[in-house]
């Protein structure tokens, strides 16, 4: 569903920021600071009205009826198994399943387009396959002080409505548009994090998700009018147009890609999944020791190829970590068309995913004042990975970090997401 308000125009509006909670392994907050002396609850929450507020009006007392129906049936909270090798691997293969996109195996074909020096460490720009038919691009980081080989990271960036750029949003370039500079200070501290993670030693790669950066959706009329084109510099105004009817258009790409028979997330998920198979083959790299964190949708993909794939041996979730049941009847329109998994909820819920990752240490970070979760929905998740972890014996590696602030990976929680990949990785 795509929302009346963007992402973007959200966070532009709530222009807040803060500092970081201090927190412990599996620190559940009673409650989310007030805002303007009232909690977040209290301003979103409108039990006067017949429909509660939701978007959905008069539509939400069937939607939320059929999704109390849902019964998270694969939980492990709910299946308490004994064999947790053997549950995972029959809950990984439903979400493969419901994700109704697997790409043949593919020789990745690996291309090196440029290299840079930047001091501390070189910057490649490469393109790799991820299926037959589909190239990805992507920046690796190559530190040059490490013993190699290394750990890596998988940087995975955000949507933050903004389509025209990808692994730029996260990681600086040479002579970049103001535009990205902008969005990084807000979104980011003004600071690049693959950069960061590469300064302490880690081999970083960011590639453009499907729809973002040089994967994005450009029409013909884009080429009758010369725009739409990164080979110059465009104005703002032209790029924010094209960030807006991206927005609208997806909707109906998501309608298309689910009638063709398989589903935009089950696409990211396995870029992101083939990215770590080719992130290996790399000398510099010590495929014992990979890790991957991200924001917003970036978060998104970190909790699913974290849960996935046993390959990630640390992860960072930010600003993407709250029950689906939460979602309605406030939260509607911040769903993203690409994060749709049909039927996902009958069997796990996005906690759930998250324990997949179990017993991988696994990081989440949440400002209480992101207005796109629920608070009830994230303390729900919290409390959920924090009993999974307890159960497994291995508290310790579960920690959210909190802080008073909006939707964004600030530059303290990245640093602690960083001493958290050093602690476990």
Same mark, same amino acid.
């Given at each position: 569903? #795509?929302?009346?308000? %963007?992402?973007?125009? @959200?966070?532009?509006?709530?222009? /807040?920021?803060?500092?970081?909670? =201090?927190?412990? +392994? ?99 720009? #490469?393109?790799?396959? %991820?299926?037959?038919? @589909?190239?990805?691009?992507?920046? /690796?980081?190559?530190?040059?002080? =490490?013993?190699? +080989? ?78 739409n084109d990164r080979s110059k ?61 991200g924001l917003s949708m970036g ?51 996005y906690p759930d995913v998250g ?71």
């Open positions: 569903m #795509v929302s009346l308000i %963007t992402r973007r125009e @959200i966070l532009r509006a709530l222009g /807040v920021t803060g500092a970081l909670t =201090a927190t412990r +392994p599996g620190l559940l907050d009673a409650r989310p600071p007030g805002v303007a002396g009232q909690s977040l609850e209290e301003i979103q929450a409108d039990q006067n009205k017949k429909w509660k507020g939701s978007g959905l009006g008069s539509l939400y007392p069937f939607i939320k009826q059929q999704q109390q129906r849902t019964r998270q049936r694969m939980a492990f909270l709910k299946r308490r198994p004994k064999n947790l090798e053997a549950w995972k691997a029959a809950a990984r293969a439903k979400v493969f399943e419901q994700l109704a996109y697997r790409p043949e195996p593919c020789d990745p074909k690996p291309q090196i387009l440029g290299r840079v020096d930047k001091g501390d460490y070189v910057r490649e720009r #490469v393109t790799f396959h %991820t299926a037959p038919d @589909i190239e990805v691009p992507a920046f /690796v980081l190559i530190p040059k002080r =490490a013993k190699f +080989p290394a750990p890596a990271v998988l940087a995975l960036h955000d949507h933050g409505g903004f389509y025209y750029y990808g692994k730029e949003k996260i990681l600086e370039t040479d002579n970049e548009h103001p535009i990205l500079t902008d969005y990084r200070r807000e979104y980011y501290g003004g600071q690049s994090y693959p950069v960061e993670l590469a300064r302490h030693g880690y081999v970083v790669i960011a590639i453009d998700m499907f729809y973002f950066g040089e994967r994005r959706l450009v029409l013909d009329e884009d080429l009758e009018k010369g725009i510099v465009e104005p703002k105004k032209v790029i924010e147009k094209i960030n807006a009817r991206n927005g609208e258009a997806e909707a109906y790409v998501l309608r298309d890609i689910l009638a063709a028979g398989f589903t935009w997330a089950g696409v990211m998920i396995w870029d992101d999944i083939r990215t770590l198979d080719y992130l290996v083959t790399r000398p510099e790299v010590d495929p014992k020791r990979l890790a991957c964190t978060g998104y993909r970190t909790n699913f190829l974290a849960g996935l794939d046993s390959r990630i041996k640390a992860a960072c979730v930010a600003g993407w970590m709250t029950s689906l049941r939460h979602l309605f009847p406030r939260h509607e329109r911040h769903t993203m068309p690409s994060s749709t998994v049909p039927g996902l909820l009958d069997y796990l819920d324990s997949l990752t179990m017993p991988t240490p696994l990081m989440v970070v949440h400002g209480w004042r992101d207005e796109l979760f629920p608070p009830e929905g994230v303390r729900a998740a919290f409390e959920n990975l924090t009993r999974c972890y307890q159960a497994l014996g291995k508290p310790e590696r579960f920690q959210t970090v909190t802080f008073d602030g909006p939707h964004s990976y600030p530059v303290h929680a990245q640093q602690q997401m960083i001493a958290w990949f050093d602690r476990w990785v």
